[in-house]
Structure formats: C-alpha cells, structure tokens
Nanobody, 126 residues
Framework: QVQLVESGGNLVHPGDSVMLSCAAS????????IGWFRQAPGKEREGVSC????????YYADSVPGRFTISVDNAKNTVYLQMNSLKPEDTAVYYC???????????????????WGQGTQVTVSS
C-alpha cells in the first residue's frame, strides 16, 4: 500500500525559505513519479513541480522556476521541495502525489497520479 506523508509546512515571512518533505512508502523507488501540488483558498489545485525517477526529468510551473527545486533521496524514499524567496501568493496547502508504477521519462498528467498525501500548510505573511 502506497502512503505519502508531507511535512515541513510553516508560517514564514516573504523572502524566507522552506523545505517540504514527502516521505513515501509502499512503492519501488525506481519507477515512480512524484509531483508537488498546491491549493490556495478559493483557487484550483495547481501543479508546482514533479520528478520522474526513470531519468530524473523534472518540471516546474511558470510561477516558480528559479525559486523552487525538487530533489530525491532514494535512500530515504523521500522527495523534497526546496522553496526559496517565498511570496505571499505561495500561501497554500501543499500536497505530494505519486504516479506508481510510472515508466515515463516525463512527468505525468494530474489525473495520472493515483496516490496523494494529506497536505502541509505553507503560509507566507509579513
């Protein structure tokens, strides 16, 4: 059974940094894709970043390149999202999701993610 647990959400000031973690269990860590999504109050869920562990392909939303970095620690079965230069508009509940098994050398479409975590709140406010 695949389980995803996010952590690292926090209340921070504009310009601060936060690292989110997505600890995965129940999947083989060589054929999966992990995506980070966020949903702000009153807004639709937005894909932020993803990684396909087939070849390390990554994706970033237009609103975050250069500020967010996704990385993988295979030994810990954990995917991280390092978020720098945070802005108030980054405030949202952040979710990680897994497409598993996944053999593509690209990131999945949103509807191809079959497993979701419970979310972690990031609030950016002065």
């Amino acid at each position: 059974q695949v389980q995803l647990v996010e952590s690292g959400g926090n209340l921070v000031h504009p310009g601060d940094s936060v690292m989110l973690s997505c600890a995965a269990s129940g999947l083989a860590f060589d054929h999966y894709a992990i995506g980070w999504f966020r949903q702000a109050p009153g807004k639709e869920r937005e894909g932020v970043s993803c990684v396909s562990n087939r070849d390390g392909s990554t994706y970033y939303a237009d609103s975050v390149p250069g500020r967010f970095t996704i990385s993988v620690d295979n030994a810990k079965n954990t995917v991280y999202l390092q978020m720098n230069s945070l802005k108030p508009e980054d405030t949202a509940v952040y979710y990680c999701a897994a497409a598993y098994p996944w053999y593509g050398h690209y990131c999945p479409e949103t509807n191809e993610y079959g497993y979701w975590g419970q979310g972690t709140q990031v609030t950016v406010s002065s």
